[in-house]
């Protein structure tokens, strides 16, 4: 268990505890904080460029067909989906 401390207990305030380099250093190995920092350069990319950032599967596809993705990120509703078609 780690303690940690934010300005208030709503579920936004979570950005605001993982941002700690304390509370990062201790989860340094953790895929948490892989991820965490996978979707910081993501908003930061979308915030400075965005006409990088693509949403729908044929935009992703043809990004992909072209070797233009570094990172994919991808919803736990696609990913979880019952749909073999949709995962």
């Given at each position: 268990f780690i303690l940690a401390?934010?300005?208030?207990?709503?579920?936004?305030?979570?950005d605001?505890?993982?941002k700690d380099p304390g509370?990062?250093?201790r989860l340094?190995?953790?895929s948490a904080l892989k991820e965490v920092n996978a979707l910081n350069k993501f908003l930061m990319?979308?915030?400075n460029n965005s006409?990088?950032?693509?949403?729908?599967y044929n935009h992703v596809k043809a990004a992909l067909d072209q070797?233009?993705?570094?990172?994919?990120?991808?919803?736990?509703?696609?990913?979880?989906?019952?749909?073999?078609?949709?995962?």
């Open positions: 401390h934010s300005s208030s207990g709503y579920k936004h305030d979570l605001e505890v993982l509370i990062q250093s340094a190995d953790t990319m979308l915030n006409e990088k950032a693509f949403y729908s070797g233009a993705i570094r990172t994919l990120l991808i919803t736990d509703s696609l990913f979880r989906s019952n749909n073999i078609q949709t995962r």
